[in-house]
């Protein structure tokens, strides 16, 4: 069974930066495709970016621009570089590991308020 565990979060003023890490054992990591997702409160879960096994990256028009998904397949690890943090960027954030069965990690907080 795969399991993801997220760090990185926390609070920061508009127009910061913060970098998400994911780290996944348990799978053949190399294969699998990865996303990030968020949900803020009262919403629905939506997908933040994704990146290919093959590096392939994929985003959310909301972030296009100021977010980078980048994977480290040695590491076993996927980061979200976010720039430009805005409030609406807030929610907790996760990792996905993007196969069938797909896994989630246990989310990490993401607060951008001044």
């Known amino acids: 069974q795969v399991q993801l565990v997220e760090s990185g979060g926390g609070l920061v003023q508009p127009g910061g930066s913060l970098r998400l890490s994911c780290t996944a054992s348990g799978g053949i990591f190399s294969v699998a495709a990865m996303g990030w997702y968020r949900q803020a409160p009262g919403k629905q879960r939506e997908l933040v970016a994704t990146i290919g096994s093959g590096g392939r990256t994929n985003y959310a028009d909301s972030v296009k621009g100021r977010f980078t998904i980048s994977r480290d397949n040695a590491k076993n690890t996927v980061w979200l570089q976010m720039n430009s943090l805005k409030p609406e960027d807030t929610a907790v954030y996760y990792c996905?590991?993007?196969?069938?069965?797909?896994?989630w990690g246990q989310g990490t907080q993401v607060t951008v308020s001044s």
């Open positions: 996905r590991w993007e196969r069938y069965p797909a896994y």
